[in-house]
């Protein structure tokens, strides 16, 4: 039932780890160690951001703050979901957590949403049957990516792919004032801070970004309160 | 490339995506997170990806300043389509041709 929700998902989800796999050869990442990213790391955005600075050089420091940035929304996802698992052992708590990507959320939590009881066995079987085939498809198709990148000419320029993909994840959760706000506040910082050293302009986009969102939210407010 | 670095870079990474995924599951029951905290983790992420997507489609260089890049149309018209079409996919395809198709028109002019 889990398979058959997230079907249309796979669809992007195959799209999506073709794009990584080639991003991961095209940054000079050897195939073995691109392989490796692909089973421990496991995340597409966290792939495709960290790649540039690992291409640059940047500092390991920076490269593990911005992995833990662009994952923070997993925190959102684990607080959302803990009603439904919180009875497990930690250890079931623990893979389930690793195996729930976005996708795996995205069809799990408006059909659970108002589920009088959470964390039945039902809840939990659709859950895999989400991410076990997540999990594989996307093994298969970052293997596919590895071995196309090197065989693409670099004149395609199929990296841009990469970053049309962060845009594809981006837009769609652009979908209020203050986040749209907050988007362009730090495009902005990001545009104009690129050249400084150790890609500290994206710390700064990133502290402007919820400067500004938050801001742009408490303005909001005093109109939405009755 | 450096094995050493690049493998602990990996390592991080997996570290980030596993505190990220599963803290909250595992430890959730002693941390209430507080709306306050909730509001600023959401413009995190979208603000981290910005600044990803933002140097490539709009390169900056330390001599010469702002730079014009091909990619930045094809970006402004992937977003058009997205607007359009409401199509994540959409976004990828309609973007590599806009800028296959501009810089094939380039180089016949």
Redesign the interface.
Known sequence: MGLRAIAPGL??LT?WGI?TGVAMSRF???EQ?SI??SL????G??????L?L?AA?AP?WL??A??????????????A??PY??DLS?GK??V???L?VDIAFVVFMPRFHDAPQKGTLEQHWFFLGAVIPSWFLWQLTSLIGISLGSVVPVS??ID??A????????????NSR??VL??L???V????A??LPLRL??MA??L???M???WA?RQQAPRGQR | ?D?Q??????????????????????F??HFP?PPKI?????????????????????????QLG?QFDL?CL??LA??GV?LWT?N??L??VS??IV??SLRGLLMLF
């Open positions: 669809v992007a799209i794009v000079g990442l050897p160690a490796v990213m421990l790391v496991y995340a955005s966290a792939q495709l951001t960290a540039p690992i050089g390991l490269i593990f911005a992995g833990i940035i662009v994952n923070l929304r997993f925190i959102i996802f684990g607080a979901l803990h698992f919180k930690w708590r623990l389930a957590g690793y729930a395609w320029s841009f792919a970053t049309l993909a962060l845009l594809a994840l981006m837009l769609p959760l652009a203050p986040i907050s988007i506040a730090a495009a910082v990001a545009w104009v690129q050249t302009g994206l986009a990133v402007v970004g919820i500004v969102g938050m939210e | 490339m094995t670095y690049l493998y602990s870079a990996i390592g991080l990474l997996a570290l980030c995506v596993v505190i990220c995924r599963t803290s909250y599951l595992v959730g029951h997170l909730r509001s600023a983790l959401r413009y995190a992420p979208l603000a981290a990806i910005t600044a990803i997507i933002v140097p490539d489609v709009l390169p900056w260089s330390a702002p990619k094809a970006a992937a977003i997205f409401r994540t996919l976004v990828i973007g590599m800028l296959w």
